[in-house]
């Protein structure tokens, strides 16, 4: 297991703040079978003096299983409410030899403001509003690199860029390339084609 951890006080992404991060991972076929984590933003865990409860893992990680990547969001709104969590499939099954440009965009919160972005290969898989942090931490490291893995093999990093404040994708992105525009729908809904005689948007969409 290797990781590289950012505890950069000026780096360090804060609750509240806005943050960007990209890295290219490479999985050899060698190493399509390992488990476990490859990117975290992790608050650590406070001190028992301080009387406050421990966290259990980091608030968002970006987990490789048996060649499928899949993102992870662990929440706790305050004291009083339940912890919890979220995950998303990005990627199905990775091809190995291939690299995979991954781009997250953070704004940590406590409340519903709290947004979670991502793109790969240049392509929006995820977005998510809401509560995305734990009510006694304040700021988090970035961490890349194999973690937790009980089944060793190698994986490959580069491009690892991230961003606190102020950014946007192609400040992080490799080769500071835009992003790839939303697909557009291969058809006209009904209720929005011309000359249709009673047709009407469904309530969900008035």
């Known amino acids: 297991e290797f990781e590289l951890v950012n505890r950069?006080?000026?780096d360090s992404p804060r609750v509240n703040q806005q943050c960007w991060a990209a890295v290219s991972i490479?999985?050899?076929?060698?190493?399509?079978?390992?488990s476990g984590m490859v990117i975290q933003w992790h608050?650590?865990?406070?001190?028992?003096?301080?009387?406050?409860?421990y966290a259990q893992g980091p608030e968002?990680?970006?987990?490789?299983?048996?060649?499928?990547?899949?993102?992870h969001t662990n929440f706790k709104e305050s004291k009083q409410t339940a912890p919890g969590s979220r995950v998303a499939k990005l990627v199905e099954k990775a091809?190995?030899?291939?690299?995979?440009?991954?781009v997250f965009h953070h704004y940590f919160s406590l409340n519903d403001d709290g947004l979670t972005e991502i793109w790969v290969q240049g392509?929006?898989?995820?977005s998510q509003k809401g509560c995305n942090a734990f009510y006694y931490r304040s700021k988090f490291a970035f961490k890349f690199g194999s973690y937790g893995s009980g089944t060793g093999g190698t994986i490959l990093f580069d491009e690892a860029k991230v961003m606190t404040g102020a950014g946007s994708y192609e400040?992080?992105?490799?080769?500071?390339?835009k992003p790839l525009p939303l697909p557009v729908p291969a058809t006209i809904p009904a209720f929005a084609q011309p000359n249709q005689p009673?047709?009407?948007?469904?309530?969900?969409q008035k």
């Open 26 to 34: 490479l999985v050899p076929a060698a190493s399509v079978t390992h």
């Open 198 to 204: 009673g047709a009407t948007a469904p309530a969900s």
């Open 171 to 177: 400040q992080v992105s490799p080769g500071g390339a």
């Open 8 to 10: 950069d006080e000026n």
């Open 60 to 71: 968002a990680c970006l987990r490789l299983d048996n060649g499928q990547f899949t993102f």
């Open 43 to 53: 608050g650590g865990f406070p001190g028992k003096a301080q009387g406050q409860e």
């Open 123 to 126: 392509r929006k898989l995820y």
């Open 95 to 102: 091809q190995p030899g291939q690299w995979y440009d991954f």
